[in-house]
C-alpha cells in the first residue's frame, strides 16, 4: 500500500511550459504573435511550469524576456517592455490536478458507480487547486517544491482535511501509516510562513465524533486565526461503498453532534469571537432542525463545503422577494412548474416557495427526488441524475420544470449519468430549466 500511496503524487511527466489555449484579440499577446497551441517555458530565465506560474513571475514586471516553443517547434525569445498594467490577453490551459497518494476509507471515488464519468475518479490533490477553486488536501504527500511554492508565490488560503488530530485516528481514516499521517510539521511551517488555513473534517460516526472531535477542534482553535475555520461535514455513503468500518449517518447522530458542537461554539465564540467551527448545512437538515441564522456564520468562510449555503440561500430569497414586490411579476398565471430538487434541500425550499406562491400568485411546485443512481444516504440536489428525474416523471407537473444547475457539468449540458439534457427534456416532454439561484432570480423577474 505504500508504494502505491507514494507513486501517483510525486511522479508527473510533464512536457514543459505552459500551453496557451486562447489569444485575445486585443492583447499584448496577440501584438507578439503568441497563438493557440504555443508553450511559455521561461519568464525572465525561471521556468514556468503552469499559469499560476506565469501569472508569479510576470506580475509587476514591466521588463520581460519570454522563451517561447512555438506549435510549430521554432524556440522565439521574446523581449518585451510594458506598463505595469498591461495584460497580455492570454488564456492557459487549465492545470492538471495532481493525484492523492491515501487511501481513506470514506473516499467518493469508492462511491461511485463502476460506469460513471471518468471525472468523477480523479483524485485530486494539489495544492493550487486548493488555492484557486477551494479544494481540499490532507498535505501528505507534498513535496519540498510545493511547500516552498504555497510561501513564495503567497498560495492563501489553503484548504485542509484534517479529519482527526489524533494521529491513530487521522492514519486509519487515511489509509496510511502514522508517519505519512503526521502533517504536524508541515501545518507549523505554513503557518509560521503566514499562510492561512481553512480545514475540513468528514465526521465519520464511531471513528473521530465525540472526543475525537473535540480534541481535533480545540487543537485547530489554538491556531486561530492562521487556521481560521473548521468545516464538519457528514460522511455520505453511496450503495457502492460498503466498507464494513463505516457506519451510517442518522439523524439521531446529527442532533447529537449538534448538541455536542453547539457547546463547543459557545466556548469558541466567548474566547475567539467567532464560531471557528462550522456544521455542515446537511447535519442540521438530517437532524430535521433549522439552519442557524446568518449571524452564526460570519462572513461565511467555507460555504463551497456547504457551510451556510441554505442561509444564504434563504437571505438571498427574501432579497428577491422584496424586490418582486416593488417589480411585481408580469405574467404569474405563467410561472407554474415544478422545481425538482433533492430530498435533503427539498422541505427547506418548500416554505420559501410557498411564500412566493401567496404573495404573487404564482404555482410553483416543490419536488424532493431520491437519488436512485447513487443510492445510500446520497440526498443533495447536485448529484441527481437523468435517470434520477425521470423516475419522478409522474410528479413532474405544470408547464416546466425547473432543475439544479449543478446537475449538469459545467461546460456541458450532460448529467452525471451521461444523459443529455435535450434528452430528457424529451423523455419528459416538459419544458427544463437548469437554474443556479442566479438564474432562478431572473427567471422571475423577466
Ligand atoms: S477522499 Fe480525497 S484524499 Fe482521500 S483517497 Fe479520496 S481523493 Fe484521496
Same mark, same amino acid.
Given at each position: 500500500?505504500?508504494?502505491?500511496?507514494?507513486?501517483?503524487?510525486?511522479?508527473?511527466?510533464?512536457?514543459?511550459?505552459?500551453?496557451?489555449?486562447?489569444?485575445? $484579440?486585443?492583447?499584448?499577446?496577440?501584438?507578439?504573435?503568441?497563438?493557440?497551441?504555443?508553450?511559455?517555458?521561461?519568464?525572465?530565465?525561471?521556468? =514556468?511550469?503552469?499559469?499560476?506560474?506565469?501569472?508569479?513571475?510576470?506580475?509587476?514586471?514591466?521588463?520581460?524576456?519570454?522563451?517561447?516553443?512555438?506549435?510549430?517547434?521554432?524556440?522565439?525569445?521574446?523581449?518585451?517592455?510594458?506598463?505595469?498594467?498591461?495584460?497580455?490577453?492570454?488564456?492557459?490551459?487549465?492545470?492538471?490536478?495532481?493525484?492523492?497518494?491515501?487511501?481513506?476509507?470514506?473516499?467518493?471515488?469508492?462511491?461511485?458507480?463502476?460506469?460513471?464519468?471518468?471525472?468523477?475518479?480523479?483524485?485530486?490533490?494539489?495544492?493550487?487547486?486548493?488555492?484557486?477553486?477551494?479544494?481540499?488536501?490532507?498535505?501528505?504527500?507534498?513535496?519540498?517544491?510545493?511547500?516552498?511554492?504555497?510561501?513564495?508565490?503567497?498560495?492563501?488560503?489553503?484548504?485542509?482535511?484534517?479529519? &482527526?488530530?489524533?494521529?491513530? =485516528?487521522?492514519?486509519?481514516?487515511?489509509?496510511?501509516?502514522?508517519?505519512?499521517?503526521?502533517?504536524?510539521?508541515?501545518?507549523?511551517?505554513?503557518?509560521?510562513?503566514?499562510?492561512?488555513?481553512?480545514?475540513?473534517?468528514?465526521?465519520?460516526?464511531?471513528?473521530?465524533? @465525540?472526543?475525537?472531535?473535540?480534541?481535533?477542534?480545540?487543537?485547530?482553535?489554538?491556531?486561530?486565526?492562521?487556521?481560521?475555520?473548521?468545516?464538519?461535514?457528514?460522511?455520505?455513503?453511496?450503495?457502492?461503498?460498503?466498507?464494513?468500518?463505516?457506519?451510517?449517518?442518522? $439523524?439521531?447522530?446529527?442532533?447529537?453532534?449538534?448538541?455536542?458542537?453547539?457547546?463547543?461554539?459557545?466556548?469558541?465564540?466567548?474566547?475567539?469571537?467567532?464560531?471557528? &467551527?462550522?456544521?455542515?448545512?446537511?447535519?442540521?437538515?438530517?437532524?430535521?432542525?433549522?439552519?442557524?441564522?446568518?449571524?452564526?456564520?460570519?462572513?461565511? $468562510?467555507?460555504?463551497?463545503?456547504?457551510?451556510?449555503?441554505?442561509?444564504?440561500?434563504?437571505?438571498?430569497?427574501?432579497?428577491?422577494?422584496?424586490?418582486?414586490?416593488?417589480?411585481?411579476?408580469?405574467? $404569474?398565471?405563467?410561472?407554474? @412548474?415544478?422545481? =425538482?430538487?433533492?430530498?435533503?434541500?427539498?422541505?427547506?425550499?418548500?416554505?420559501?416557495?410557498?411564500?412566493?406562491?401567496?404573495?404573487?400568485?404564482?404555482?410553483?411546485?416543490?419536488?424532493?427526488?431520491?437519488?436512485?443512481?447513487?443510492?445510500?444516504?446520497?440526498?443533495?440536489?447536485?448529484?441527481?441524475? @437523468? @435517470?434520477?428525474?425521470?423516475?419522478?416523471?409522474?410528479?413532474?407537473?405544470?408547464?416546466?420544470?425547473?432543475?439544479?444547475?449543478?446537475?449538469?457539468?459545467?461546460?456541458?449540458?450532460?448529467?452525471?449519468?451521461?444523459?443529455?439534457?435535450?434528452?430528457?427534456?424529451?423523455?419528459?416532454?416538459?419544458?427544463?430549466?437548469?437554474?443556479?439561484?442566479?438564474?432562478?432570480?431572473?427567471?422571475?423577474?423577466?
Amino acid at each position: 500500500m505504500y508504494e502505491f500511496a507514494v507513486t501517483p503524487a510525486v511522479t508527473s511527466i510533464r512536457r514543459r511550459g505552459v500551453e496557451i489555449a486562447g489569444v485575445e $484579440p486585443e492583447g499584448l499577446g496577440h501584438e507578439l504573435e503568441l497563438e493557440s497551441g504555443d508553450r511559455i517555458i521561461k519568464v525572465n530565465g525561471r521556468m =514556468v511550469r503552469d499559469y499560476l506560474d506565469f501569472r508569479f513571475q510576470t506580475a509587476g514586471e514591466t521588463e520581460l524576456v519570454l522563451e517561447v516553443r512555438k506549435y510549430t517547434g521554432e524556440d522565439w525569445e521574446l523581449q518585451i517592455e510594458r506598463a505595469e498594467d498591461e495584460d497580455f490577453g492570454i488564456n492557459f490551459e487549465q492545470i492538471v490536478p495532481r493525484q492523492c497518494a491515501n487511501e481513506c476509507l470514506f473516499c467518493f471515488c469508492k462511491g461511485n458507480p463502476a460506469d460513471a464519468r471518468p471525472s468523477l475518479f480523479v483524485r485530486d490533490e494539489d495544492v493550487r487547486l486548493s488555492f484557486l477553486y477551494g479544494n481540499y488536501t490532507t498535505l501528505t504527500s507534498i513535496t519540498e517544491d510545493e511547500m516552498r511554492r504555497i510561501v513564495e508565490q503567497r498560495l492563501t488560503p489553503q484548504y485542509v482535511s484534517v479529519h &482527526a488530530t489524533d494521529l491513530s =485516528v487521522r492514519a486509519y481514516l487515511l489509509g496510511i501509516d502514522e508517519q505519512r499521517a503526521d502533517i504536524s510539521e508541515k501545518l507549523r511551517r505554513l503557518l509560521d510562513a503566514g499562510i492561512d488555513v481553512h480545514a475540513q473534517v468528514v465526521l465519520c460516526p464511531g471513528i473521530n465524533d @465525540g472526543d475525537v472531535l473535540r480534541k481535533t477542534i480545540d487543537d485547530l482553535a489554538a491556531e486561530f486565526p492562521r487556521i481560521s475555520s473548521v468545516a464538519i461535514v457528514p460522511l455520505g455513503l453511496t450503495r457502492y461503498n460498503t466498507d464494513k468500518r463505516l457506519t451510517a449517518v442518522t $439523524p439521531e447522530f446529527c442532533r447529537q453532534t449538534i448538541k455536542e458542537v453547539s457547546a463547543i461554539q459557545r466556548d469558541l465564540r466567548a474566547r475567539l469571537g467567532t464560531n471557528f &467551527a462550522f456544521l455542515g448545512d446537511e447535519i442540521y437538515l438530517r437532524a430535521g432542525q433549522k439552519v442557524p441564522g446568518r449571524a452564526h456564520y460570519g462572513d461565511y $468562510p467555507q460555504i463551497e463545503d456547504g457551510i451556510g449555503m441554505v442561509r444564504s440561500f434563504k437571505n438571498e430569497f427574501d432579497l428577491l422577494l422584496r424586490k418582486l414586490e416593488r417589480r411585481g411579476i408580469k405574467h $404569474p398565471e405563467e410561472i407554474d @412548474g415544478t422545481i =425538482v430538487t433533492g430530498t435533503l434541500f427539498a422541505p427547506a425550499l418548500q416554505p420559501m416557495i410557498d411564500e412566493l406562491n401567496r404573495r404573487f400568485a404564482t404555482n410553483l411546485r416543490v419536488e424532493g427526488i431520491e437519488n436512485h443512481y447513487f443510492g445510500g444516504d446520497v440526498s443533495v440536489a447536485g448529484l441527481l441524475t @437523468g @435517470g434520477d428525474f425521470l423516475t419522478a416523471r409522474e410528479r413532474i407537473q405544470g408547464k416546466f420544470a425547473i432543475i439544479p444547475r449543478t446537475t449538469l457539468k459545467s461546460d456541458e449540458e450532460i448529467m452525471l449519468d451521461g444523459m443529455k439534457l435535450e434528452q430528457l427534456q424529451e423523455a419528459l416532454g416538459i419544458r427544463l430549466y437548469p437554474c443556479d439561484f442566479k438564474a432562478f432570480a431572473q427567471f422571475l423577474l423577466n
